[in-house]
């Protein structure tokens, strides 16, 4: 018998790996999952999507996921579990759908769902914590299984987040020449990273609220019956009330935060938009279009934040479930300009699949031995291996 450290080192040195990605954001809508084909080693590594898929959550769980607040010990246990089952099936669903087999897999990567980041919170002890139990993925699937990337990252003096700017480096790596490009991620939480010719020139932040706040807001305008404000269709038919904008702005120390920062739904989800519906004066309407632009303006505010950490951006590359919202999209490109927004899907990523594929590269560089982290992003002591190993 094979001893299973021998196994995984074997398949950490072939020429060409099969990784799973698997993903699932503070909006809780699905299990994102990317089966790639990651080749090289080192500074020469590509990863190519063999197959994306979007699992979508058993409504109880999701439900439990949102309503976090009345979980007691054993709830989050439970859902600790439940969450690890959802991502086993939806990882075996996405590798039959390539063709493949679980035995074809070298190693899944899953980030989890995140319950709870301090966010920079006043007071908060740096803490994070991710459902989504990796030891059952790993014997459901017969896969090993790298999990739980935030916490070593915090264990080591970071914030635990952003941690994709290191394979955003892999995905995004430019052959245009010397434009320094940064990527946007508009998932729940709004996040940039920043990329250069010199890998180690590369950083990133959380610039502030995406997709949670305006999911929420999207939920309590329609009573439950929608998910998110589909093609921005609220948004476009309100107006953007400046005033009251402008001192909500004022009144947030967060995006005006120099980095390393990060923040999560602590701080953007159901009690900030609890907070802008009690302050709010006008239409339902007006609100959406009005949150819409605190997003693009946040965004514009950690591009200028980038230009005073090195040479100005020359291009902004938007990936996440936010570039399907055409009024954010309009937003971001109005208050960023005239630098020029592209989707990643113009430059060989599936704007979809990016997080899922950041996680599957994540857990690639964990097994081959290579620190999946960047200190001067989290602001951690010094590099480490991320994540916690489950066998199969």
């Known amino acids: 018998m094979i001893h299973p450290m021998a196994d995984l080192l074997e398949r950490a040195r072939k020429p060409d790996r099969i990784v799973v990605g698997l993903m699932s954001g503070t909006s809780a809508d699905s299990i994102d999952v990317a089966v790639c084909r990651i080749s090289g080693q080192g500074g020469a590594v590509e990863v190519r999507l ?145 990329l250069g010719e010199d890998p180690s020139r590369t950083f990133g ?63 953007y989800g159901d009690a900030f938009v609890d907070g802008l519906a009690a302050d709010w004066g006008g239409t339902q309407a007006d609100l959406m279009a009005t949150l819409v632009e605190l997003v693009a303006r946040t965004v514009a505010i950690g591009v200028g934040q980038c230009a005073q950490k090195g040479a100005p951006v020359d291009e902004l590359i938007a990936a996440g479930g936010g570039v399907r919202n055409p009024a954010l999209m309009e937003r971001i490109a109005e208050a960023v300009g005239p630098i020029p927004v592209r989707r990643s899907d113009e430059v060989g990523v599936p704007s979809d699949a990016r997080e899922a594929m950041a996680f599957a590269a994540l857990a690639d560089m964990t097994v081959r031995g290579e620190p999946a982290m960047l200190p001067p992003v989290t602001g951690a002591r010094s590099p480490k291996l991320l994540g916690k190993l489950s066998f199969p």
């Open 205 to 267: 932040f959380d610039t502030g609220p995406a997709n949670a706040p305006l999911d929420r807001l999207a939920r309590r305008i329609s009573g439950g019956s929608l998910d998110c404000d589909r093609d921005g269709q609220i948004a476009r038919s309100g107006r953007v009330d400046e005033r009251w904008l402008e001192k909500r702005l004022a009144r947030d120390p967060f995006p005006h935060r120099m980095p390393p920062k990060s923040t999560g739904f602590e701080m």
């Open 50 to 194: 063999l197959e994306y898929r979007e699992h979508p959550h058993d409504p109880e769980v999701r439900r439990r996921v949102i309503d976090l607040a009345g979980l007691d010990v054993r709830g989050v246990a439970e859902l600790h579990a439940r969450i690890g089952e959802a991502f086993a099936e939806a990882a075996l669903e996405a590798i039959a759908a390539a063709g493949l087999s679980a035995a074809d897999v070298d190693v899944i990567g899953s980030h989890g769902q995140t319950i709870y980041h301090h966010s920079g919170i006043a007071g908060a002890i740096r803490a994070t914590l991710q459902l989504g139990d990796g030891d059952r993925i790993a014997v459901r699937t017969g896969c090993f299984v790298v999990s739980d990337f935030r916490a070593r990252d915090v264990a080591a003096g970071g914030e635990g987040a952003p941690l994709s700017p290191i394979a955003d480096a892999v995905l995004f790596r430019s052959s245009e020449g010397s434009r320094r490009r940064a990527i946007l991620n508009l998932g729940g939480i709004a996040n940039l990273t920043v």
